[in-house]
Each structure stands twice: as structure tokens, then as C-alpha cells.
């Protein structure tokens, strides 16, 4: 079992390999999960997003860390860091 069920969940299902075939952008993505979730389930996810960002690993650990937990989409291909594009996920998951 993860240690982040909801986050897993929630790249898996959402940052699946077709992910760009169904939204333009990785934000349209979050916001969709966001507003077609239940408030619950989104809330304990942004939790355990904040909790892996708090975790203290580098750039690399962090990165497959997500790639672990079923995200196919890689920020890095877009100029950003794995950090920066996770903390604005948790933003964008804020009701």
C-alpha cells in the first residue's frame, strides 16, 4: 500500500499517459480533479502532496518519487522543476 493513497490515486488516474489527449495543460488537469471530486478527497490530497513536498528530497528522489506513484507527465520536458510543478499543483487544488 502507498504511503500516499490519494496522491497516488490522483497521478495515476489523472496523469495517465493520455493526460494532454483529454486537457491542454497539467493545470487544466488539477483543476478538473478539483472541481469534479468530492472536497474530501481532494482536501486529503493536497495533505499528502504537502507532506511529500516536506519530505526533504532533491530534485532526482522527488521526481521519481511521482513517477512512482503513476504520474506519466514529467515538468522537467516543460522547463520546470519537479518541486515547483507540485507545489503549484497544490495550489491549484485549494477549494
Known amino acids: 500500500m502507498s504511503e500516499y493513497p490519494g496522491?497516488?490515486?490522483f497521478l495515476s488516474a489523472y496523469f495517465h499517459q493520455d493526460w494532454a489527449?483529454?486537457?491542454d495543460?497539467?493545470?487544466a488537469v488539477a483543476e478538473y480533479y478539483r472541481d469534479s471530486e468530492k472536497p474530501e478527497?481532494?482536501?486529503s490530497t493536497r495533505r499528502e502532496l504537502e507532506l511529500l513536498l516536506a519530505g526533504g528530497h532533491d530534485e532526482p528522489a522527488l521526481g521519481a518519487r511521482v513517477?512512482?506513484?503513476g504520474s506519466e507527465y514529467d515538468?522537467?520536458?516543460d522547463g520546470q522543476t519537479w518541486r515547483a510543478w507540485l507545489e503549484g499543483l497544490a495550489g491549484r487544488l485549494k477549494a
Do not use: S, Y
Open 7 to 9: 496522491l497516488q490515486n
Open 21 to 23: 489527449m483529454e486537457h
Open 25 to 27: 495543460t497539467p493545470g
Open 41 to 43: 478527497l481532494v482536501a
Open 67 to 69: 513517477q512512482a506513484l
Open 75 to 77: 515538468p522537467t520536458r
